[in-house]
Nanobody, 122 residues
Framework: QVQLVESGGGLVQAGGSLRLSCLAP????????MGWFRQAPGKEREFVAG????????AYADSVKGRFTISRDNAKNLVFLQMNNLKPEDTAIYYC???????????????WGQGTQVTVSS
């Protein structure tokens, strides 16, 4: 079973920063678009950020533009989400995902991680 493994979540005060990491199997990392989604309690899972396999512009949800940055390390099969100026409304479980299509959406993402909790206190 394919596993995407996230790490880096935690508790942080508003205005603080966290960096999430996602390790993917090589064949998935090289062939799929990678991204991050999040799900807050009582809400649907939503897109946060996506990164193309090679070059091109990344994609961000409007709510995180200018604060979050997605990047990848192709040598290590890692995807990162740098989150700055965090707000309480960013509190959610964050999921790494791999999607054969662009842009990434919940219904077409083929592989998911187990999720990592991000909690932002006010």
């Amino acid at each position: 079973q394919v596993q995407l493994v996230e790490s880096g979540g935690g508790l942080v005060q508003a205005g603080g920063s966290l960096r999430l990491s996602c390790l993917a199997p090589g064949r998935i990392f090289r062939s799929y678009y990678m991204g991050w989604f999040r799900q807050a309690p009582g809400k649907e899972r939503e897109f946060v950020a996506g990164i193309r396999r090679t070059g091109g512009s990344n994609a961000y949800a409007d709510s995180v533009k200018g604060r979050f940055t997605i990047s990848r390390d192709n040598a290590k099969n890692l995807v990162f989400l740098q989150m700055n100026n965090l707000k309480p409304e960013d509190t959610a479980i964050y999921y790494c995902a791999a999607d054969p299509k662009w842009p990434l959406i919940v219904s077409t993402a083929a592989y998911w991680g187990q999720g990592t909790q991000v909690t932002v206190s006010s």
